[in-house]
């Protein structure tokens, strides 16, 4: 099975007029020399009490550097005519490398690729392509859909799109990948922007229109409503875990752990709506361990009070190994104390992944399969240029 195309690969997002600089100025620069200069920037990070003042280069770069990198700082200063602060091209020397932008010799000497050439003679195919990748002509959709808008009204599209198509999940890296595409869509004219609010201009619109093709935002609206029906079912099932009957929950739990591969379960004690305690037996290898399984119906947090319950199961029972099941989460403390070395091992599974398990083996569940049909126009291409060819 193919992988996800990830998009948003840098999250440190450029200026575009700042790497066509970096480009110059790296061009017969070592990549050794480029990571020592970026080595000693960042090992001076200062402390709350006494930040380091990074806003002015002229007074900084002889002071903080020293040999090749305070020269490669001042280079990357005067050559970008004061525009480009040597203490952030960090993000542009990611995106430069993603993109293959330069190329090092046998000497781990730079040089201009032919795809770092076409990026500063800005060919449109090129550049669309790195735009495809960093979810540029998403971000123009979201904007085309509003008048104005403040960052604040554009993430929560920009959030759902991070989380569908990159690794990218905290608040702060969304929120920073968000202002840092607004600020080079802005140098570029694709946005205007007025105090904190932004405008997509007709100059954005035209370009997003180069990506826009109708059959996939289909496509991608049907994912979506497939998605929140499948995301409510859950929903509703984890409910009924819940509160289903005592017997019917016990009778589900030994199906799923017979279905994972579990043989000659028992259930060894009861918790009424608290949960159920199975001893089961497991192939591990050439050998067959004992394992007693708790699975708590709480919804609310498990913390280790569980987990020590579940130890001491292990120890009563002579059982090598645990899993703990809960319809919640785990604490940091669970956590924690179910990694701890020199002590009986134990698996955490939540909420998330007895529902994913649930699903897996369709248990309490049923699958339908849908059929998106697409149209291949690239076979149809090569069939008029073959009928072509030989009519001549």
Known sequence: MSKKRLK??????????????LL???EGTSQAAIKKMLRAIEEQTGTPRHPVDWTEPD????????GESADLAQKIW????????PRHVYGAYLFINNNSLLTDNVFGVYQISSRGQAFLDSELKLVAEIDDNEGIPHLLRILAGKTKARRRDLLPEWRDFLREHSHFGSQATIRDTLRRRLNNLAERGYVSREGVTYLITKKGLDYADRFTRADL????DVIRVIKGFNSEQMQKLASLLAFMHQRDFEFLV???LESIGYENLKITRESGTKGVEVIGFVQFGISTLSEVIHVRRYQASTGRPALDQLRAAMKKHNCTSGTLVSLGRFTRDCREAAQAEDILPVKLIDSKRLLELLCENRIGVTRQSVSLYHIDEEYFSSS???SATSEN
């Open 8 to 21: 948003v690969r840098t999250p440190q997002f450029p200026l575009y007029s700042e790497v066509r600089y």
């Open 384 to 386: 008029r240029d073959t």
């Open 217 to 220: 935002d289909q496509k991608r």
């Open 254 to 256: 030994l199906e799923l």
């Open 24 to 26: 110059q100025v790296f």
């Open 59 to 66: 007074s900084w770069i002889r002071k903080r550097l020293e």
């Open 78 to 85: 005067e050559e970008s005519n004061q525009e480009v602060n």
